[in-house]
């Protein structure tokens, strides 16, 4: 089985503070995302990587950066940490297999910040 | 513009009916198209998929879903319901706007609560 980790589920951070997600997978896969779920919003995407250093903004980068030094491992970067972050932030894989589109989620980071 | 809807924010079905839940799209290129569920406090979870073929798909669970190309639409369908199966369950499609990479559009959520 895929698996996606998420480095925690529950995060408390103040504001103005630097805040690193960070998300494991153990499928070799190409493609990376990172997503921000709000209710009533649906999932919303950030920034997506489709290759090592590879990175391309998503619907909402505003506010947000990303480091992809390892094709396991995708990390979002909060420079500095605002009240309108406070989200769930969901990270998903997939691979770049043309035949196969589905994505592959971990269990994701609520983050809350004060 | 390319997009997903859910027009439903909350669908309640008795233990043992059956269940659907509406999802309608609008693409660009060829319609793929995809199923999730989120348990609270959980990732998503794949349920099941439209690429091309066969237009009622079988997926997870004993969910399954008719792709409409003339209504565009993909409800998600079950014959019964189960208590178990509450959660909130998203529709995506892929986005033919992009570079050629595997980006999904989702559509806001549906929150299905089965009572027993």
């Known amino acids: 089985d895929v698996k996606v980790t998420q480095s925690s589920r529950y995060l408390v951070k103040r504001t103005g503070e630097k805040v690193f997600l960070e998300c494991v997978q153990d499928?070799?896969?190409?493609?990376m995302f990172w997503y921000r779920q709000d209710p009533g919003l649906g999932l919303r995407l950030i920034y997506f990587?489709?290759?090592?250093?590879?990175?391309e903004k998503g619907d909402i980068p505003e506010g947000y950066s990303v480091s992809r030094e390892k094709k396991e491992r995708f990390s979002l970067i909060l420079e500095s940490a605002s009240t309108n972050q406070t989200s769930m932030y969901l990270c998903?894989?997939?691979?770049?297999?043309?035949?196969?589109?589905?994505?592959?989620f971990g269990p994701g980071t609520r983050l809350t910040v004060t | 513009a390319q997009s997903v809807a859910q027009p439903e924010d909350q669908v309640n079905v008795a233990e043992g009916n059956p269940l659907t839940v509406k999802c309608t799209y609008s693409?660009?290129?060829?319609?793929?198209l995809f199923w999730y569920v989120q348990y609270p406090n959980r990732g998503l979870q794949f349920l099941l998929k439209?690429?091309?073929?066969?237009?009622l798909v079988k997926g997870s669970y004993g969910f399954e879903a008719e792709f409409n190309k003339s209504q565009t639409s993909f409800h998600l369908m079950k014959p019964s319901a189960l208590v178990s199966d509450s959660a909130l369950y998203f529709c995506?499609?892929?986005?033919?706007?992009?570079?050629?990479?595997?980006?999904?559009?989702f559509g806001q959520g549906t929150t299905l609560q089965v009572k027993p």
């Open positions: 998903a894989s997939q691979p770049a297999d043309r035949q196969s589109y589905e994505q592959y």
């Open positions: 499928m070799d896969h190409e493609n």
């Open positions: 990587s489709y290759d090592v250093k590879m990175k």
């Open positions: 693409v660009s290129g060829n319609p793929y």
């Open positions: 439209y690429i091309t073929g066969d237009n």
């Open positions: 995506a499609v892929r986005d033919w706007g992009s570079s050629n990479t595997g980006k999904l559009i």
